[in-house]
């Protein structure tokens, strides 16, 4: 049984890693509205160019930020129930 991550860590890594380049929270369990990982912090990491936040039973929208995520290549948010499209404004 896996259990629930807890995010506020993101909001640290988006203040003191502006500039990573991969994060993998695959398989986390995060469980949440995918707008809480934008408070955070996931908005704040504009240089990522691999995401993988598969698995994790994220529901809600498409985070509006992955627009903002011009270095961004992979994407990766299978098994999630998040709905939408990537678009250039909230």
Known sequence: MRSA???SFLQSI???MSS???LSLSGST???NSSMILDQGLC???HLQELY???NDLRGSL???LANMTSLRILDVSYNQLTGSISLSP
């Open 44 to 46: 704040s990491l504009v």
């Open 63 to 65: 985070p509006w930020c």
């Open 5 to 7: 991550l807890n995010t």
């Open 53 to 55: 936040i598969a698995s």
């Open 30 to 32: 995060i469980g949440i």
């Open 20 to 22: 990573l380049k991969y």
């Open 14 to 16: 988006g203040e003191s």
